[in-house]
C-alpha cells in the first residue's frame, strides 16, 4: 500500500547559504517558515602562503549543486514535491573576492578570503529596507593579511581633511573590505590583468559568482550583486546606492567588471541546471533573493523596526540594527576554536560551557582575543590577544570562562559605539548563531549588556531571511512581510541577574585590558623578510653578547 502523501501547506522557497567553512541549501514552507528539509557540505580552505588564506570558486559552485540536488531527493523521500519549490534565495559570506572570465567561465584566481581573525571587530551599517551598508567607526578563513601593504600604500593617497573614502562609504581603509583584494589581484595576477586587459573580466563577490553561474554562466548568466554585498567593497556610494566613479579611480579599478547593483529582493534571473545534476527539477525557477549572510540574518530575525539587533554567535561574532536612515554596526570575535586547536584547553567547542560552569567567574582573569589586530570601534592594527589578571590560583576553567565573557564585552564596545552613533538604545538583543546553544555565553551576555537577550527556537536565520527576500520579491509574492502575516516564532528570554554596578566594574576592567593589547606590533609586509628577532640588529647582539657572558661565565665556574 502506497505511503500517504504528505500535506504541505502553502509554496515552498528554497536557500542557499554559502558561508566560510560550508555550503548549505535549504526549503521552508512559506506559510509558515517551518524548515522542510537541508543538506550540507563542507568546504576546503587553502593555505598557499603564510598569512593567505583562498578557496576555490568552483569547489564552492560545485557544493552548492551538490546541496540543491541532495536536499531535493530527501523532500522527495519525504513525499514532498520540489515542483512546489516557488523561488530560491542566497545569502552568502561577504567582502570574499572572485575574479573569472566570462568567455570560459573559469575563475582566474582563488576566491581571497576576507582578512578578519577571531576576536577581530568590523563595522556594519544597515540602510532602509534591511540593506546592510558599512558604518564609519569573522573562522579562520578570515586571515588573509595580504592587502596590509596595499593600505598602506593606498591611505597615504587620502588628504587627512578629506576622506572621501570613509564619506562616501562609511568604511575606514581596510584590508577587510573587497576592493583592496581586487587592487592585489590587479597588481600580481596576470590570467587577472591580461583578462582585464581583453575584457573578459568579471568581478564579484560569492552572490555574483554563484547567481552568474546558476543563471547560466557563460550561456547568458546575469551578472549582478545586491545593496547589501556591493556596500562591502569599498566601491559603493552609500548616498546615491551605485558604484562610484571617483572611488573606482583612486583603487584603480575598472567600473566594467563590476556587477550590476539591484535590490535584495527581485526576480534576478531563473535557475539554469548544472549538467552536473541528475534531475533538472529546479529549472526555471527564480531567483530572487540575495543577501549578505549577516544582513539576511538581520532579516530571519524579522528586525524591520528601527532600533532592532540582532547579534549571530558562531566562529565569529557580528551584531547589526535596523536603524532606518542612519547608520550601525557589526562584530566579529570567537576564540573558542582557538582554546581548542591551539591550547587543547578543550577537546570541542561545546566543552567550553561545562569548563565555565564550573567556576562561574574569570577570577579576574581578562582575555582580550586581538589575534590579528582590533578592528571596530578601534581599528588598531598593532594590538596583538592577551591574558591578563593571572594569579597562582588561575586554571583553565577561568580562562575558558574569561573567553566566553570576551565574545560579550566586544559586542558592548559595539552596542555602546552604536548608541553614540545613532542615538537608538536597545530595549532588548536577538541572538542567533550556533553559540546561543551555550546558556552561559547567553546569560553573561544578559549580565554585561545589562538587556534581555533573546534567541528564537528557529535557528536557521541566515537562510530564513534569504528564503524571505526571495519569496516576498515582485513577480514571486508567496511570503508577505506584512506584520500581521510573519508566523509567531517562541524564544527563549536570558534576564540580567546581576546589578548594574558590577557590569560596570567588569566592563570597564575589560576596556582597561583592551588598552594593554594595544601597540605590540608594527605591520610590515609578508616579504619585508625574516621576521625573527635577529633582524633587530641591536637586539641579535645583545642576545649573543649574552650567550657569550653566560657561556664564560659557566667556564670561569667550572661549572659542567
Not at 557544493?63 to 552568502?92: P, R, W
Not at 552604536?418 to 537608538?424: A, F, P, T, V, Y
Request: negative net charge.
Amino acid at each position: 500500500m502506497a505511503a500517504a502523501k504528505k500535506a504541505v501547506l502553502g509554496p515552498l522557497v528554497g536557500a542557499v547559504d554559502q558561508g566560510t567553512s560550508s555550503t548549505r541549501f535549504l526549503v521552508f514552507n512559506s506559510k509558515t517558515a517551518e524548515l522542510l528539509s537541508h543538506h550540507q557540505v563542507e568546504i576546503k580552505q587553502e593555505f598557499p602562503r603564510e598569512g593567505w588564506v583562498e578557496q576555490d570558486p568552483k569547489e564552492i559552485l560545485q557544493s552548492v549543486y551538490e546541496c540543491i540536488e541532495k536536499t531535493c531527493e530527501k523532500l522527495g523521500q519525504l513525499n514532498i514535491d520540489v515542483s512546489n519549490i516557488k523561488a530560491i534565495g542566497v545569502s552568502n559570506q561577504r567582502e570574499t573576492t572572485v575574479v573569472w572570465d566570462k568567455l570560459t567561465g573559469e575563475p582566474l584566481y582563488n576566491a581571497v578570503a576576507a582578512p578578519v581573525s577571531p576576536g577581530s571587530s568590523v563595522p556594519v551599517a544597515v540602510v532602509p529596507s534591511g540593506s546592510s551598508v558599512p558604518a564609519a567607526g569573522t573562522s579562520s578563513v578570515w586571515l588573509d593579511l595580504r592587502t596590509q601593504p596595499t593600505v598602506e600604500s593606498l591611505s597615504k593617497r587620502i588628504p587627512e581633511n578629506n576622506n572621501f573614502v570613509k564619506s562616501k562609504t562609511g568604511l575606514p581603509l581596510s584590508t577587510y573590505f573587497s576592493a583592496v583584494k581586487l587592487r592585489w589581484l590587479l597588481d600580481n595576477v596576470k590570467k587577472v590583468q591580461k583578462a582585464v586587459e581583453e575584457n573578459r573580466a568579471l568581478f564579484g563577490t560569492i552572490d555574483s559568482w554563484l547567481i552568474w553561474s546558476l543563471t547560466g554562466g557563460i550561456n547568458g548568466g546575469v551578472h549582478c550583486t545586491d545593496v547589501t554585498n556591493a556596500s562591502r567593497t569599498m566601491l559603493f556610494n552609500i548616498h546615491s546606492l551605485e558604484w562610484d566613479k571617483e572611488l573606482c579611480e583612486f583603487f584603480g579599478i575598472p567600473m566594467e567588471i563590476l556587477p550590476s547593483v539591484r535590490s535584495s529582493s527581485e526576480i534576478y534571473g531563473l535557475m539554469k541546471i548544472s549538467h552536473s545534476l541528475k534531475a533538472g527539477a529546479l529549472e526555471g525557477v527564480p531567483i530572487s533573493g540575495c543577501l549578505g549572510d549577516q544582513s539576511a540574518a538581520l532579516v530571519g530575525q524579522m528586525c524591520f523596526q528601527d532600533g532592532q539587533a540582532k547579534n549571530t554567535y558562531g566562529t565569529g561574532c557580528f551584531l547589526l540594527c535596523n536603524t532606518g536612515h542612519k547608520g550601525s554596526v557589526a562584530i566579529a570575535g570567537a576564540v573558542i576554536r582557538w582554546l581548542r586547536d591551539n591550547l587543547g584547553i578543550i577537546q570541542s567547542s561545546e566543552e567550553i560551557e561545562k569548563l565555565a560552569k564550573e567556576v562561574g567567574t574569570s577570577y579576574g582573569c581578562y582575555f582580550v582575543p586581538a589575534f590579528s589586530g582590533l578592528y571596530a570601534p578601534y581599528w588598531e592594527p598593532s594590538a596583538r590577544g592577551i591574558i591578563c589578571g593571572l594569579t597562582q590560583f588561575t586554571n583553565k576553567c577561568h580562562i575558558a570562562f574569561a573567553a566566553l565573557e570576551a565574545v560579550c564585552f566586544q559586542t558592548r564596545e559595539i552596542l555602546d559605539a552604536m548608541n553614540r552613533d545613532c542615538g537608538i538604545p536597545l530595549s532588548h538583543l536577538q541572538v542567533d548563531g550556533g553559540m546561543t546553544s551555550n546558556k552561559i555565553l547567553m546569560q553573561l551576555q544578559a549580565d554585561i549588556l545589562y538587556i534581555p537577550v533573546v534567541k528564537p527556537s528557529m535557528p536557521e536565520t541566515t537562510a530564513l531571511g534569504a528564503a524571505m527576500a526571495a519569496g516576498a520579491a515582485e513577480g514571486v509574492g508567496v511570503w508577505s512581510l506584512e506584520p500581521e502575516d510573519l508566523s509567531a516564532v517562541t524564544m527563549e528570554r536570558f534576564e540580567p541577574q546581576i546589578n548594574a554596578e558590577e557590569s560596570e566594574i567588569r566592563y570597564s576592567t575589560w576596556k582597561k585590558a583592551v588598552m594593554k593589547s594595544i601597540g605590540w606590533v608594527t605591520t610590515q609586509s609578508p616579504d619585508s623578510g625574516d621576521p625573527s628577532i635577529f633582524c633587530s640588529l641591536p637586539l641579535g647582539f645583545f642576545i649573543v653578547s649574552s650567550m657569550v657572558m653566560l657561556i664564560g661565565a659557566r667556564y670561569i665556574s667550572g661549572i659542567p
